[in-house]
Every structure is written in structure tokens, then in C-alpha cells.
């Protein structure tokens, strides 16, 4: 029997460990898509506690107490302390056997903690005390904490109205060791459903653009020098998160009636108008981010916010979201190729929430690579509930059965914690033991010196190349 989580944990084969000690382990850190705070980051902040930094804003950890019966107060309520909460957690862990909450807690524990103790309701305040007093250590700040993970470069996520204030500060501190830029997500100026919409393209985009927004033009128009001066901030990428994918075009008169009568409190869209204006605006976005050399992410297949009652109470984004079953190829396929048809397609990453969707995605692949750089048309890792032990696994599986492995672009965080670098560590152990059994079981050559380079090259070196920070 192996020891629990021992320096060749995940790693079945000699060949598996190879590749990781001798390859991955040492790449650095690109984290293209992630949700922490530049603010943070400008700052230099220091975590108070263990709970801080572990359960603050953390859904994922925050399902699993829910699922183990544990009272909101100690999730997400005011009415209990931080030491309460770290013990309900605590208790609730070793119940999660299977889930990889266990194995990224472990491994936060064992790189920024030195701490090998399994956590548990026994050992809840000894840990406590140990991650508390290492957090008051100057090399765990924030920026001490990117620097300690060999991270190079962190994409956070913003709107298109952000005046960046925060990236301007990192950038002109120069004291955080990893370059740190903006990727555009304009999902508010996408969501013209909400009741929000027409405030924020009255007040928000607008006056961040400098224009007052009335036509489906103006819209174009704001967004054109919102990505201009994302650009100049050294922005490589975007982020849509769609509920599915469609393609609905429409003539400009009726993209117009729709802006205007909505944008003019005169009546909700129907279903068939928020299609085609969303329809119009990732046309144009396409088309703008291929321009500009950018990649453009799409994210789908996600049922948010199901429990109204925590809608209610928590907000958005507080776990209680589950996968959907929308039937989404011919609406990407088309909107796709209407961007290929004009030149306009962009380096394009794919992201379903649904695994169903591997091999569908993994064929669309096929149809629209170019010459631009290896693997123009990507997809994503393993996404959300999928960037599990299994769903790294079939998702490798998946690439390399219908596209070319040796270009993907490796892991991300999709994380708001500081300590979630680790998750790169826990896919690389995956995709080098994914690797190593088809060696040893005589499906690829034992070329170590070439396997090695594509280990590598998946780390590290692809997304580099992708996205062109090196040119930073």
C-alpha cells in the first residue's frame, strides 16, 4: 500500500515519475483564466487566518460543508467566528473521500504550510495554529505567495468598464514577480435579459467610453475603445460565459428596435431577440479579438443560481449551480463559421460544463484549425465540476483520441484563492501518469527526451506561445 499523498502521488508507473520529477515539476505557472482580485495583488494583502484565504469566497468548499449538513452560519453567515467555520470544514473533509477538495487541501497544506497531518475534527486546531502562524511569515503575502508558486503570468477577470486602476498599480510598482494582466469578460454588456442591462450601458459602459449608448452601433462602438484600452494595458484574452450557445443573425434594423425599446425601459426581449443580439455582439467581439491577436474563451453549459431562496439570501456565485444538458454544436458550429467565412474566427477556446460534450468539442477541433499557431482552436481543460481526478482523465483521453494532445494548454485555476496553484501541481501529476501508461503499455514510444519536451511544452510552453506573453 502507497503512503498517502508521497512525492509520487498519482504517478502508477517509472515512466509517470520521470516526467514529473523530472519535467513538469519544474515549469512555471501560466493561470490564463482565474477570478482573483488584482486589487489583492497590488496591495501585497496578508491573509488574518486559515479561514480567510481557504473558505472566503470558496463555493467549492462550500458545497461540500452543505452537503455534509453543516448550518449556513458556519459557510457563509455572520453569526459564527473563523475558528468555527475552519473546524466545520474541518470535520467535514475527511467525509469528501473521492472528491478532489481532499487532495487540494492536502496538497495546500504540504506546499505553503509544510504541513503533512491529515486534516481532521482531531487535528482541526493544531493545523489551525500551524497555518496561522506561517501566514504572518513575510514570504506568505499575496505576492509573496505567487512568488513562492513560480507562477509567470496571472489573467485575471474583468469588465469592460473597469478603469484597471489596480493593474496600473501592479504594473507601475513593478514588485510582483508575475506579469499580471486583464482578460476581458463583457458578459454584463452581453446580458441584455437582466434589469441591470440598461443601467449598466447607461452608466457603466457608457461613461466609461466616454458615449451615450442608444444603437446597436453605439454598443459596438463602446466596446471597440473599452478593448483598445485593454490592449494597452497588455490584455491577450476574453471570457463569455454562455447559459448555451446559438446563432440567430439579424438585420441592424432589428438589432436597433431591440436595443432601443430595451435600453428605453419599453419591454423585456423575447427569447428569439436576446439570441440574435448576443448573436450580433460575438460576431463583432470575434472579429475584434482576432484583429488584436486575442483568444477568445467560451464558457457554456451552466444551470446558475438554482436555489432561488440562496439566490436571494447569497447572491450569485455561492454554489448552487449544476451542469445542463442544452444540445449546443450546431450553434457553435455556425457561429464559428460565419466568423471563419469572413476571416474574423479568433484563437478560440472551448469550455463545456457538460462531459458529454468532450467528443463533440473534440471534432469541432478538426474543422476550423489555421495556420496562426499550433492548436488555434482549443478545449479548455477540464472545467468547474470536471477538473476532478476523472475529468482531467477524460478530457486527455478525449484531446488526444480527436485533436492533438502535445498542443493543448494545460491547467488553470478558474479559482479566487491565492492558494489554488496547487490545482497546475495536481494536472500535471494526472497528465504525466496519463502519458506513462501509454508508454508502458506499449501504445507510444519511450522517446523520454521528446516525452519530456511535450510535458513540458503542455506545463508551460504552449500557452506562452498561445497567448504570446512572451512578447510582453
Same mark, same amino acid.
Given at each position: 500500500m502507497k503512503a498517502f499523498m508521497d512525492e509520487d502521488f498519482l504517478l502508477q508507473t517509472e515512466t509517470a515519475k520521470k516526467l514529473y520529477h523530472e519535467h513538469a515539476a519544474k515549469m512555471p505557472i501560466i493561470d490564463y483564466h482565474c477570478h482573483i482580485s488584482p486589487q489583492e495583488i497590488a496591495e501585497d494583502h496578508r491573509f488574518g487566518d486559515i479561514t480567510e484565504v481557504w473558505l472566503g469566497g470558496d463555493h467549492y468548499k462550500w458545497r461540500m460543508m452543505r452537503s455534509n449538513g453543516v448550518p449556513e452560519k458556519y459557510i457563509t453567515g455572520t453569526a459564527s467566528t473563523a475558528r468555527e467555520k475552519f473546524q466545520k470544514f474541518a470535520e467535514s473533509l475527511p467525509r469528501a473521500i473521492g472528491n478532489p477538495l481532499y487532495h487540494w487541501t492536502h496538497l495546500e497544506l504540504k506546499r505553503y504550510f509544510?504541513?503533512?497531518k491529515t486534516?481532521?475534527?482531531? +487535528?482541526?486546531?493544531?493545523?489551525?495554529?500551524? !497555518?496561522?502562524?506561517?501566514?504572518?511569515?513575510?514570504?506568505?503575502?499575496?505576492?509573496?505567495?505567487?512568488?513562492?508558486?513560480?507562477? =509567470?503570468?496571472? !489573467? +485575471?477577470?474583468?469588465?469592460?468598464?473597469?478603469?484597471?486602476?489596480?493593474? =496600473?498599480?501592479?504594473?507601475?510598482?513593478?514588485?510582483?514577480?508575475?506579469?499580471v494582466l486583464p482578460a476581458m469578460r463583457p458578459d454584463k454588456a452581453m446580458r441584455i435579459e437582466k434589469p441591470e442591462w440598461e443601467n449598466y450601458m447607461k452608466y457603466e459602459l457608457g461613461q466609461a467610453a466616454g458615449m451615450e449608448i442608444s444603437t446597436m452601433q453605439d454598443i459596438r462602438d463602446a466596446l471597440s475603445k473599452r478593448i483598445d484600452y485593454f490592449a494597452s494595458m497588455g490584455c491577450k484574452a476574453s471570457d463569455h460565459a454562455l447559459e448555451y450557445c446559438f446563432y440567430n443573425p439579424a438585420e441592424e434594423y432589428e438589432l436597433d428596435d431591440i436595443v432601443g425599446r430595451v435600453i428605453n425601459g419599453k419591454g423585456a426581449p423575447s427569447r428569439d431577440e436576446i439570441e440574435k443580439y448576443k448573436t450580433a455582439l460575438l460576431l463583432f467581439l470575434g472579429k475584434e479579438y482576432a484583429r488584436r491577436g486575442w483568444a477568445m474563451q467560451i464558457h457554456y453549459s451552466a444551470l446558475r443560481d438554482n436555489n432561488s431562496n440562496m439566490?436571494?439570501?447569497?447572491?450569485?456565485?455561492?454554489?448552487?449551480?449544476?451542469?445542463? +444538458?442544452?444540445?449546443?454544436?450546431?450553434?457553435?458550429?455556425?457561429?464559428?463559421?460565419?466568423?471563419e467565412r469572413n476571416g474574423h474566427l479568433p484563437k478560440f477556446i472551448i469550455y463545456s460544463l457538460n462531459p458529454a460534450d468532450n467528443a463533440m468539442i473534440g471534432t469541432i477541433l478538426g474543422s476550423f484549425q489555421g495556420p496562426e499557431v499550433p492548436g488555434k482552436i482549443q478545449q479548455g481543460a477540464a472545467w468547474w465540476f470536471n477538473d476532478t481526478k476523472l475529468g482531467m482523465e477524460a478530457q486527455l483521453a478525449n484531446v488526444g483520441n480527436l485533436s492533438v494532445l502535445g498542443n493543448a494548454l494545460g491547467m488553470l485555476t478558474d479559482s479566487r484563492s491565492f492558494l489554488s496553484y496547487t490545482r497546475h501541481e495536481y494536472y500535471r501529476r494526472i497528465l504525466c501518469n496519463f502519458l506513462g501508461n501509454l508508454v508502458e503499455n506499449g501504445e507510444y514510444p519511450a522517446d523520454m527526451e521528446f516525452l519530456g519536451q511535450i510535458v513540458e511544452d503542455i506545463s508551460y510552453n504552449n500557452a506562452d506561445r498561445y497567448f504570446g506573453f512572451g512578447k510582453e
Open positions: 509544510g504541513c503533512d486534516l481532521n475534527g482531531d +487535528t482541526a486546531e493544531e493545523i489551525w495554529n500551524l !497555518c496561522n502562524e506561517k501566514l504572518q511569515q513575510p514570504d506568505m503575502s499575496v505576492q509573496g505567495i505567487i512568488r513562492k508558486s513560480n507562477v =509567470k503570468v496571472i !489573467c +485575471t477577470t474583468d469588465d469592460p468598464a473597469d478603469d484597471l486602476r489596480w493593474h =496600473k498599480k501592479i504594473r507601475e510598482e513593478g514588485k510582483c514577480s508575475a506579469l439566490y436571494d439570501r447569497l447572491g450569485p456565485d455561492t454554489g448552487f449551480d449544476c451542469i445542463a +444538458t442544452y444540445n449546443c454544436g450546431e450553434g457553435l458550429v455556425h457561429l464559428m463559421d460565419a466568423l
